[in-house]
């Protein structure tokens, strides 16, 4: 139990393009979801923090508008990079947890995103 | 702030063990991980401690848990080619607390 799914897991998009990313729960139903982004060979930093129906809590230097965040239900949450640049090519995971204070946290594969 | 750090590269030969070590300066840390990341792949979680406990092992991995010198180090049994990956150690603090990563520990595993 406990599996994540994302799609897609690569994408190539052009710049000034904006391009969504689904993150789903596929057993469980997630009350909190986490986007991360992770550099080449660097660790994953936390982009935002989204609980179902309520707006995403972003971390310090994100762009909200930038970076939209959906949490729609409890078993789908979107990324949505807008008006996409070189600089946002990332691979970007997603993580989910049962509750808000669940000490248990399962990531998602990952999306290659890749903006030419 | 938090801080995780962790040695970024380990080579190892087929059948010796790894250990891998990370050490973390939040005191408050009560959850401690290890997750396994292969190349364009998710992170997986391998294992994770509680910070009431010293030691916990499960198959081939062993963690221990130096809350006084808030060390955790994670020790492969009988490393396989399939081990290799990227390991990141993590921390939360608390339930609604959020995870801090390590920069991950590169383990290559040489026949």
């Known amino acids: 139990g406990a599996v994540v799914s994302q799609h897609p897991s690569w994408v190539i998009c052009k710049s000034g393009t904006s391009v969504k990313i689904e993150c789903r729960s596929l057993?469980?139903?997630?009350?909190?979801m986490f986007w991360y982004r992770q550099f080449p060979k660097q660790s994953l930093m936390l982009m935002a923090t989204?609980?179902?129906?309520?707006?995403?809590?972003?971390e310090q230097g994100v762009e909200k508008d930038k970076f939209l965040i959906n949490h729609a239900s409890l078993t789908l949450s979107t990324l949505t990079v807008t008006s996409a640049h070189p600089e946002d090519s990332s691979f970007y995971i997603c993580?989910?947890?049962?509750?808000?204070?669940?000490?248990?946290?399962?990531f998602g594969p990952g999306t290659r995103l890749t903006v030419t | 702030g938090e801080d995780v750090e962790q040695s970024l590269f380990l080579s190892v030969r087929e059948g010796d063990s790894s250990v891998i070590n990370c050490t973390y300066t939040d005191s408050s840390s009560t959850y401690l991980y290890w997750y396994k990341q292969e190349p364009g792949a998710g992170l997986q979680l391998l294992t994770y401690?509680?910070?009431?406990?010293d030691m916990k092992q499960d198959q081939r991995l062993t963690v221990l848990l130096n809350k006084k010198d808030k060390h955790l180090s994670l020790r492969i049994a009988d490393t396989q080619t399939g081990d290799s990956a990227i390991y990141f150690c993590?921390?939360?603090?608390?339930?609604?607390?959020?995870?801090?990563f390590g920069a991950g520990t590169q383990v290559v595993v040489t026949p």
């Open positions: 993580s989910a947890t049962r509750t808000s204070a669940s000490y248990e946290q399962y």
């Open positions: 057993d469980f139903q997630a009350t909190t």
């Open positions: 989204s609980n179902e129906g309520s707006k995403a809590t972003y």
């Open positions: 993590a921390e939360k603090a608390d339930s609604w607390g959020k995870f801090q």
């Open positions: 401690i509680f910070s009431n406990m």
